[in-house]
């Protein structure tokens, strides 16, 4: 059964130690419909306390947060992520208890915060991270649950190195292989022989999925494949190849999975559906062989 989440998270309580005028603009700056993100930067570059609060959001607990960041900033307004909230109930569905998740491309912590709650800090969560702001906030944010392991590497198709390369918008940052980059670089099937076999898998990894499908050929082939939360941007893609998606999709072959695409309202959807009203996202979930049930409240019908 899936749990419900509503379609906006409860504006997260702050701490009673913040400064009362900072307190003062960050209570204003979730008022104003417009105008309100530029706020809160600004307010965060006045009062250093704002460049690492921690502050108790009802979805998955107290996370320390830089409010000079945006994805920072838009938890504090809203107590969650509103366009992820398809992504976060599928999530609820199929983390539980005593499992093993991969959150690749962690950025600050959200969905490991959020899974450790959903395995209760009885499962073993991996968040892999390579840029260095994301990872500062990631650190903290794992602190207090010890079932979350951080590695701070990028992930890739072969062990190497790469340069992380932060944008001005930390959720759209991008690493680049090099043999002279400054950051390791770790394959799925490495992760699955340190922590174990996943049985999910979320990535967000800004185009570089392909690259992290084609390391997990071992994970995949597995007799109990991973569910997988993945997403394709062609512009992201670009960066690696300009692949499509069925050249992603066909990586994922060896675990025989069915491919669906999500929608706002958390609703699966055949990967090749039209998408003329915008109802669709760029994510998609590869659910493995036999285990359709798992998620049928979501689907449209079961599908090869």
């Known amino acids: 059964m899936k749990r419900a989440f509503a379609l906006k998270g409860q504006p997260p309580r702050l701490p009673k130690t913040l400064p009362l005028p900072a307190r ?16 809160v930067p600004l307010a965060a570059r006045c009062w250093p306390r704002l460049q690492d609060v921690t502050i108790d959001i009802d979805m998955c607990g107290p996370m320390c947060l830089d409010l000079r ?3 920072c900033s838009v938890l504090l307004k809203y107590g969650c992520y509103p366009h992820q909230v398809g992504e976060d109930r599928i999530v609820s569905a ?11 491309g962690a950025n600050i912590g959200w969905y490991s915060c959020l899974m450790h709650r959903l395995t209760q800090g009885r499962g073993v ?27 701070p590497c990028a992930i890739g198709a072969a062990s190497g ?3 992380p390369c932060e944008a001005k918008l930390l959720d759209f940052s991008q690493v680049q292989y090099s043999s002279a980059g400054e950051v390791e670089v770790v394959t799925i099937d490495d992760l699955a022989a340190r922590f174990g076999h996943p049985d999910f898998i979320k990535i967000d990894v800004e185009g570089a999925e392909l690259m992290a499908f084609r390391g997990a050929v071992q994970t995949l082939s597995n007799t109990r494949p991973p569910f997988i939360l993945f997403e394709y941007v062609p ?20 675990g025989n999975y069915s491919i669906f695409r999500l ?20 994510d998609y979930l590869a659910v493995p062989p036999g285990r359709f049930c798992e998620v049928r409240a979501f689907g449209p019908g079961e599908t090869s």
């Open 125 to 151: 969560i991996v968040a892999v991270e390579p840029m260095p702001r994301a990872l500062r906030l990631l650190r903290k944010n794992v602190d207090s649950r010890p079932s979350i392991e951080v590695v």
């Open 24 to 39: 003062f603009a960050c209570a204003f700056a979730r008022a104003p419909r417009r105008g309100w993100g530029r706020l």
């Open 94 to 104: 199929l983390v539980k208890p005593d499992t093993i998740v991969f959150d690749i």
């Open 161 to 163: 190195y790469a340069h």
């Open 69 to 71: 960041e945006s994805v």
């Open 235 to 254: 512009t992201n893609a670009a960066a690696f190849g300009a692949y499509t998606l069925m050249q992603l999709v066909e990586t994922l072959r060896p």
């Open 263 to 282: 929608s706002h309202d958390a609703q699966l959807h055949l990967i090749d559906a039209p998408n003329e009203d915008g109802h669709l996202t760029n």
